[in-house]
């Protein structure tokens, strides 16, 4: 009995901690005004992407410390590059990752009985036995 009233209080306190939220963000959505990107094409054109500078961000930087075009196209250059860089890394890096899980995961499993073995699997490809 007390652990039933104990998840009934939990969830009480889960849903009360919603509702602030909830509130609390529908109060400040009329105080804060929305974001919006300027009208018209980026300031510096597509450069950066997921790995690298964003383009609004780049523009940004050659507007604040003043590049020409022939600047602003060595820029535009050199964030190539190094996305392709940063690219490689993350690839080599999920690699990696991915290697150690599969040597624990290994590990894991070697202590198992056959029986354990099988839900262990079940449970790491999200499977309830």
């Not at 940063?86 to 056959?114: G, K, S, T």
């Amino acid at each position: 009995m007390p652990d039933s009233r104990a998840r009934v209080w939990f969830a009480l306190f889960v849903l009360a901690v919603f509702c602030l939220g909830g509130a609390g963000g529908f109060i400040l959505a009329g105080h804060v005004p929305p974001f919006r990107r300027p009208p018209g094409p980026p300031p510096f054109g597509r450069i950066g992407g997921p790995a690298g500078m964003p383009p609004e961000a780049a523009g940004r930087l050659a507007n604040e410390i003043g590049l020409d075009q022939g600047q602003r196209e060595q820029l535009r250059t050199i964030l190539d590059a190094h996305r392709r860089k940063f690219e490689q890394l993350h690839r080599d890096a999920r690699d990696r990752f991915d290697d150690e899980q599969r040597e624990l995961r290994d590990a894991i499993r070697a202590i198992l009985r056959p029986d354990q073995a099988q839900r262990f699997d079940q449970y790491i490809n999200g499977r309830r036995p």
